[in-house]
């Protein structure tokens, strides 16, 4: 997971690897190009399988995609030291207690195999 840092947005608290599409990309490409950008990993897009759909409501409305990793490759590091203070591995049953709650929300979903999960509504 991610410490968000100087980002606007949850700063200090954890996330996990994520972006938006660049156009022209597919879903599981974007993800692979985050990873490589945010975390140093290559992710094959063969490899990734749709873990959670996630319709979430804040300030505005979005469509989350979790997206799980059978294997990658490369040494995790940060790449954005700009924007995350820290990046460390965590338990899904022992998240820190500054994680970006639909982001738990998001986990707790995934480790019930459920597929499809709505937060904020």
Known sequence: MSRRFQTGYEDGNYSLVAGHVDGEEIFREAMAREAKEEAGITLNVDDLSLALTMHRKADDERLSLFFEATTWSGDLR????????????????????????????????????????????
């Not at 707790?108 to 195999?113: D, E, I, L, P, T």
Request: aromatic fraction near 14%.
């Open 78 to 121: 940060n790449m954005e030291p700009i924007k995350c203070g820290d990046l460390s591995w965590f338990l899904v049953n022992e998240l820190p207690s500054n994680t970006v709650p639909y982001i738990a929300a998001a986990l707790r979903s995934v480790q019930a195999s459920h597929r499809y999960a709505e937060f904020g509504w």
